[in-house]
C-alpha cells in the first residue's frame, strides 16, 4: 500500500497565483522529498526536507513538514505556465529502507 | 553525461511473451529502482538493488525478475507478461542512503495484448 496520499488530486490556476499541495503519510520518517513530472516524462527531484526540518525553499518553492500532523505541503509561488505537471511526495521510512513510497500525486494545470 | 537510460521506449507483447527492459546509469549510483505507473496509482517499487550484488522485491514483485548486472546496469524481466502488466516503467538511480534523491529515466511504454 502506498504511504503518502495528496491532496488535491487535480488543481487548476491562473498564471501568477499560488498553488498549494497537500501530502500526508502514515509512519515515521526520515525524510520527505517533492519530485514533479512533466506529461510522458520520467520524475525530477524538486525538494528534499529532513524529519528534524519545519521549512525549506527552493527558488519559487516552499516546502513545510508537520511530523506530528505527519503531513507537508508544496507551495509554488507566482505559477507559471511551465509549471503544469504532475506533483508527488515520497516518503524514507526511518528504519533506512532504502527505498522511498511515492504518493498518488496532484495534477497541476497552470493556465496562461 | 546521460544520466539514467532505458531501452526501449515502447514495447508491444502478446500475453504470454517474454522481454528484458534495460537500464543504465552512468553517475556512479550504488542503488538503482524499477518502478512501474498505472494511472491514478503513481509510482509503485517492483525491485530495488540498494548496491551492486544485492537485489530486494518491493510492493509489486510479482511476475517479474531482476538482474543487477553490474554497478551501472539494472534489468527488468517479464517471463510471461500479462495484460495486468500494462503500464509505463521507470529505472531510477541514487546514492545509497537516506538524504539521497532519486534520478529517474525517460520511462518504457508497455503495452501487453
Known amino acids: 500500500s502506498q504511504q503518502g496520499e495528496e491532496d488535491p488530486q487535480a488543481l487548476s490556476i491562473q498564471e501568477g497565483e499560488n498553488a498549494t499541495m497537500n501530502c500526508s503519510y502514515k509512519?515515521?520518517?526520515?525524510?520527505l522529498q517533492w519530485y514533479r513530472q512533466n506529461s510522458g516524462r520520467g520524475l525530477v527531484h524538486l525538494i528534499l526536507?529532513?524529519?528534524?526540518?519545519r521549512e525549506k525553499h527552493s527558488g519559487r518553492l516552499r516546502v513545510t513538514l508537520d511530523t506530528s500532523k505527519k503531513s507537508s505541503s508544496l507551495l509554488i509561488t507566482a505559477s507559471r505556465a511551465a509549471d503544469t505537471a504532475s506533483y508527488f511526495c515520497?516518503?524514507?521510512?526511518?528504519?533506512?529502507?532504502?527505498?522511498?513510497?511515492f504518493g498518488q500525486g496532484t495534477t497541476l494545470q497552470v493556465k496562461p | 553525461n546521460a544520466g539514467v537510460t532505458q531501452t526501449p521506449k515502447f514495447q508491444v507483447l502478446k500475453t504470454g511473451q517474454s522481454m528484458t527492459l534495460q537500464c543504465a546509469q552512468d553517475?556512479?549510483?550504488?542503488?538503482m529502482y524499477w518502478y512501474r505507473q498505472d494511472p491514478g496509482m503513481g509510482l509503485r517499487l517492483i525491485y530495488y538493488?540498494?548496491?551492486?550484488?544485492?537485489?530486494d522485491k518491493g510492493e509489486v514483485p510479482n511476475g517479474y525478475n531482476v538482474s543487477r548486472l553490474n554497478k551501472r546496469e539494472f534489468s527488468l524481466r517479464l517471463e510471461s507478461a500479462a495484460p495486468s502488466q500494462t503500464s509505463v516503467y521507470f529505472c531510477?538511480?541514487?546514492?545509497?542512503?537516506?538524504?539521497?534523491?532519486?534520478?529517474f529515466g525517460p520511462g518504457t511504454r508497455l503495452t501487453v495484448t
Open positions: 553517475m556512479n549510483h550504488n542503488s
Open positions: 526536507i529532513r524529519s528534524n526540518e
Open positions: 531510477a538511480s541514487s546514492f545509497l542512503g537516506a538524504n539521497y534523491e532519486q534520478y
Open positions: 515520497a516518503t524514507y521510512g526511518s528504519g533506512n529502507t532504502g527505498k522511498l513510497i
Open positions: 509512519t515515521s520518517i526520515n525524510n
Open positions: 538493488s540498494a548496491s551492486e550484488g544485492t537485489t
